[in-house]
């Protein structure tokens, strides 16, 4: 077997850089450091940095969000006022429905006290009739009585002047 020499052997550049590993691990390093340094240069020089625009958007954002919680809370209040108000007016309507319920029993009450009241007084008249009539002789007598049209004439006089006093009181 022929004996490869150290020069004869093939020169393979990925050997080469596996020889050396912190050469290749220190100009990694620097190459990282070199490109943080140059961001950082970039970011202080033209004042811009994504972590500003980011904490700009996030307070926006809580702004925003503040606004939107007062505007619901001063709403909520709105609500609550108005949903106040309307209780209160229907406690009012109820009041004033148990009022009128009251009232039309109470002249419910006084129709019927009256409703009989004219019943008896009807009931009255008509027994008065009936026993005028029994009373009355059986041949009517020529000439009208002197007495019973003094009568007549007090009452419709009095019927005139309480229709009278009426008119003027009214």
Known sequence: MTQLTRDARPQ?????????????????LLIVLAGSASIALWRVYTGKSPETYRAVAA?????????????????TKGLEQTQQES???LQLVQDQLTTMRRLLAAQQA???????????LTEAIEGLRQSYASAQPSDP??????????????????????QKRAKSSG
């Open 141 to 162: 007598s020529p000439a009208p009585s002197t007495r019973n049209r003094s009568v007549r004439m007090r009452a419709h006089h009095t019927v005139r002047t309480a």
């Open 12 to 28: 393979n550049p990925i050997t080469r850089i596996g020889r050396q590993p912190i050469a290749l691990t220190a100009a990694a």
């Open 87 to 89: 209780i209160d007016q």
């Open 59 to 75: 307070r926006q954002l809580q702004v925003r969000a503040a606004q939107a919680s007062e505007q619901l809370v001063e709403k």
């Open 110 to 120: 006084d129709t019927k006290r009256l409703s009989e009241q004219v019943s008896g």
